[in-house]
């Protein structure tokens, strides 16, 4: 730990839910649940190493949505930490799975989130982002499995279609695939890049464009009216047909008194 705080590291650490429907997906190899010992470990990590930047991501599933406000509860004494952040996103399962989320509820989901995390006085990271320059588009990051298996991309560890070699034996190449995205003028693009290709996987087996505009430019819009104080319950879908989101091209070579 002592040689990642020294590097300046970003650690993330997910959680499944609650202490209950965490301790039902992550279990140790005793079986044991493991949230305890987790959040033990965050209180260690933030109290002694100050240079970490540790990011606590919430995944939600129809399985464990209705735990996540006590989860956030239970997170929000770390909010204190300059170098803690919080976010929450849904988890990449195939459309027939249990665990799936429509489109429609994980709008009603995503804004009692929101109002709770107001009310609560919680932080939360206000840009959302799906894929981003994730690892398996960009050129710095691949992912070392436990066993020294190479992969591109963390969701696919075990899949042999998809493993570029191991340490000291790489067969494949490594480079990421850069943007999946032709459109660089859309509002969200620096946002996602073709989003998260591990969505479609699931789906269709594989890694390919993952284009939810929709809901990045919903998901963008309600958080403008909380950073606004103006977001509540009634009428949301009404009041945010009269937000329009544009992308601003900065010149790097104006300067402040031109931009006035
Ligand atoms: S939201 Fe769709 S169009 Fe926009 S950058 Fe992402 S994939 Fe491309």
Request: with cysteine; net charge negative.
């Amino acid at each position: 730990m002592s040689f990642l705080d020294c590097h300046n590291f970003a650690i993330k650490v997910s959680f499944d839910g609650d202490e209950h429907y965490h301790n039902l997906e992550r279990c140790n190899r005793l079986g044991k649940g493991t949230y305890h010992r987790i959040i033990n470990n965050l209180s260690v990590m933030l109290e002694k190493y100050k240079n970490l930047s540790i990011q606590a991501r919430v995944n939600i599933s129809k399985r464990n949505y209705i735990s996540i406000q006590k989860l956030f509860l239970d997170l929000k004494k770390y909010t204190e930490f300059e170098n803690f952040n919080l976010y929450f996103d849904f988890v990449a399962v195939p459309n027939d799975s249990i665990l799936y989320i429509d489109s429609e509820t994980k709008k009603k989901i995503c804004l009692d989130l929101l109002l709770f995390l107001s009310k609560e006085n919680i932080p939360y990271y206000h840009d959302l982002k799906i894929g981003g320059y994730c690892m398996f588009k960009n050129q710095d990051s691949l992912t070392i499995h436990a066993n020294g298996n190479l992969y591109k991309c963390y969701s696919l560890v075990g899949n042999e279609n998809y493993q570029l070699g191991s340490i000291g034996q790489v067969t494949n190449e490594l480079t990421g695939l850069g943007s999946m995205c032709p459109y660089k003028d859309c509002a969200y693009y620096e946002f996602c890049y073709g989003g998260c290709p591990f969505n479609t996987f699931v789906n269709n087996g594989k890694m390919e464009r993952d284009c939810q505009f929709d809901y990045l430019e919903w998901f963008h819009k309600i958080v403008f009216l909380d950073e606004l104080g103006l977001l509540t319950k009634e009428d949301v879908e009404g009041t945010i047909q009269h937000i329009s989101v544009h992308k601003i091209y900065v010149d790097k070579n104006l300067t402040m008194e031109a931009c006035r």
